[in-house]
């Protein structure tokens, strides 16, 4: 799929995983909306990126606030690419050290965050894209969303952030085949440790120990690796209905 002149929709797109998307997609002639939540990173982007990038801060388990922001892409080019990197997580068991059980307010967020807001944006972004014009065999577009190889290997603590990325997983072929008859194609990328931020906070010997976990190769993932993998998704056509674990062969242990 060519993407110069083409526009895309980035959700989480001012940092970590979306920023670094934003950027490669940038790079390919694309004009993307950046849906964040975080103003002041939203601010630093589009001062950033002034010509190439429109910044919403908007709240991605709201329809209107999604059907709202996708208007600010009227007239720069056709819709093709949406890529769902928004989320949240928590550490709790289901019961705790003090023997009370898991809060429902706090595991109804996660969901509500990580699962509703990625089906959300993929309606409405989905909705946009299938009134463009087909390119070949038909294609209009591609949504990519992000799992987490916690949907298959959830850590002690990870209930809901487990649960909500399991959710991402099982709703990718049922996508990819709702969306078939308008050309649209849905795949899942499932990261493993991404050297993100929050990760950059913890001591080097703890950073080091978790690169010599992954078998091959021997270092955390970066955001880049991610953001390559969305371009490679949007340029291979057959690709579709998939989930692909991006963790250089990690198997999370218990904890």
């Known amino acids: ?16 995983l979306g920023l670094a998307t934003t950027h490669a ?9 950046v849906i964040d939540r975080d103003s002041e990173r939203a601010k630093e982007l589009q001062n950033t990126l002034t010509d190439n990038v429109s910044v919403v801060v908007a709240d991605v388990t709201s329809r209107d606030d999604v059907e709202n ?6 007239g720069r080019g056709p819709l093709r690419v949406t890529v769902n990197c928004a989320g949240i997580g928590i550490a709790k068991r289901i019961i705790g050290k003090d023997g009370s059980p898991h809060d429902i307010e706090s595991f109804h967020k996660v969901i509500q965050v990580n699962l ?13 894209m299938a009134k463009t014009d087909p390119l070949d065999f038909g294609e209009r577009g591609v949504v990519v969303n992000t799992a987490s190889i916690a949907a298959y290997d959830g850590q002690i603590g990870q209930i ?12 990718t072929l049922p996508a990819a085949r709702d969306l078939s008859v308008v050309g649209i194609r849905v795949v899942t990328i499932a990261p493993g440790i991404i050297d993100t931020p929050l990760l950059g906070s913890l001591p080097e010997d703890a950073r080091a120990r978790l690169a010599a976990g992954v078998p091959f190769p021997h270092r955390l993932g970066v955001p880049q690796d991610y953001a390559k993998l969305v371009l490679s998704i949007c340029d291979n056509g057959y690709v579709n209905g998939e989930v692909i674990r991006l963790d250089g062969a990690l198997r999370m242990p218990p904890r």
Not at 116 to 128: E, W
């Open 116 to 128: 509703i807001g990625t089906f959300n944006v993929m309606a409405v972004a989905s909705a946009a």
């Open 25 to 33: 997609l940038v790079e390919k002639g694309v004009h993307v909306l």
């Open 1 to 16: 799929m060519e993407l110069n002149g083409t526009t895309a929709v980035v959700t989480g797109g001012a940092s970590g």
């Open 160 to 171: 809901a952030y487990s649960a909500s990325k399991g959710g991402i997983v099982g709703m």
């Open 69 to 74: 922001a996708l208007e600010v892409l009227a």
